[in-house]
Structures are given as C-alpha cells and as structure tokens.
C-alpha cells in the first residue's frame, strides 16, 4: 500500500519580505475582526505565503494576541526550504506547515491572510484561488460571520497597501491603507491593487472611477492641508461618502484607511 504525498497547490512567490511589512493590514485585522477571533473557541490564523524569512508570521501572531490572546498562527510556505529556515522561530502558538492554497491544517482557519502572494498569477486565475481559500474557512454560524481571507498588496517597506476581504461567502470589501506623509494624490495606491482589480483601472471599470472620485476629493480638500494630511484625508472621505459605499468611519479614516464595499468596485462582467 503506497502513502499519499501531500502536493502543495501554488507556485513559488519570489519571497520577498520585510520586518513590519504588513502593519497596517494586521492592524486593521485585529481591529476589524478580533472580536470574532475572541469568540472562536480554537481561533487559528493562517500567514499564508510569507517568504522566504518568517517574520510576518511572527508579526502576526504579537498583534492577533493583544486582542485575542488564544490565537494561534501557522505559517503556510510551498516552498519547503523556507519552511525549514522558520522552524527555529516556533513557539506557543507559532508553528510553520509546508504548503499552498490547500491550507494543510486540520481545522477550518478562523483568518488567512495572502500578502503579495498573488501578484505573479494571471488575473483569470484568482476567482478559483478565492474560491478554495474562502471554502477553508470556519463558517458561519450564530452570530459569527464565519472566517476571513484577505488577500491583498502592498510595497516593500508597507507604505501602501490594497487588499480584499472575504468571509465564506465570498468578497466583502476593499481596503486602502497607506501612510499619509507618502501620498501625493489617492490615486498613487493603483499600483497596490490586487490582482483582481490591477488591470482594470481602466476608462469604463468601477475601479478607475473611484479613484477618479477620490482623486477629485482629494484635490477639493487641499484647503485642509494645512492642518495636516490626516486632515486632508478624513475630509476627502466624508466627501467620498456621499457618493461611495464607504463602510468604516473616521477612527479607522485616522489611520490612512478608507474601505468601501466590494460591489461597488467589482469588475464588470
């Protein structure tokens, strides 16, 4: 009788990562989803893909324990040299697992995070990638919406980040985070935009429209300015929700956020 060998789903990413890279997706995590970690009675969150040093890993399990001190994290590598660099960095709470989309870990994740993972696969790729991965998920159940996937991008040092949120049911928001000191109009975040939504900010897509929209915004609040770009920020936003389904409010719009719902910047067809 032959065993099974177990065969990651995926390709290798280039591996790319830094110390505090993904802050800003963590944070808005713990804020936006804590209180479902803190109500699982086994919350397990996934760092899935985080390269070719384990630090992201160990990032997130520091910033999901200040708000739900039960969490564990493991950390899903397909390439298997990586996985046996982040071993000595185990801990309570912290393990790593060589594998892919498939998630090899015997319960339903109650968080997956993919940071950057997708950005080397085609675009008609990441409907079946989302698909598996919210199909992983704790589901719903009560009054808990279920897990979260979220799958998004941000660049080298984690200055700006877009990234997509999704429960069981499949894409719930988007989210643009950035720091306020780098940005020179909203529009710079397009070249964070997920794989999903990258090659459609073009004339016609709901993407490009919106940042169209927040750009206008953004320049009818220069006067704002000069109380600072926190100021300009949280003005052009409460301008963005009078046309926009903006969802969260000015102490996540504080911190360089602003999420709106997934349909209104979905692509078409």
Known sequence: MTSRVHRPVGTVTRGTTNPN??????????ATHGAELRRAADPVAVDLGYGAAPWTAVELLSRLRTVAPRTRVVGVEID???????????????VFRHGGFEIPV?????????????????????AEVWQRLCARLAPASGGSRGGLLVEGTCDEIGRRHVWVALGP??????????????????????????????????????????????????????????????????????TLTTTWPVTDGP?????????????????RG
């Open 106 to 126: 015997p319960q339903r994740p109650h968080l997956v995070r993919a940071a950057n993972v997708l950005r080397q696969y085609d675009e008609d790729q990441v």
């Open 169 to 238: 049911e499949g894409p719930r928001t988007v989210t643009f985070a950035t720091r306020l000191g780098s940005l020179d109009r909203p529009s710079d975040l397009a070249e964070r935009l997920p794989k999903a939504l990258i090659h459609r900010n073009v004339p016609g897509e709901p993407i490009h429209t919106f940042l169209h929209d927040f750009d206008r915004a953004w320049a009818a609040a220069a006067p704002y300015a000069s109380y600072g770009a926190r100021q300009r920020w949280i003005r052009t936003v409460r």
């Open 80 to 94: 298997p040299a990586r996985v046996a660099a982040a071993r000595p960095y185990e801990r309570e709470g912290l």
């Open 251 to 267: 102490t996540r719009w504080r911190q360089g956020e602003v999420t709106v719902e997934w349909g209104a910047v979905a692509p």
């Open 21 to 30: 890279r993904l802050r800003r997706m963590d944070r808005w995590i713990a």
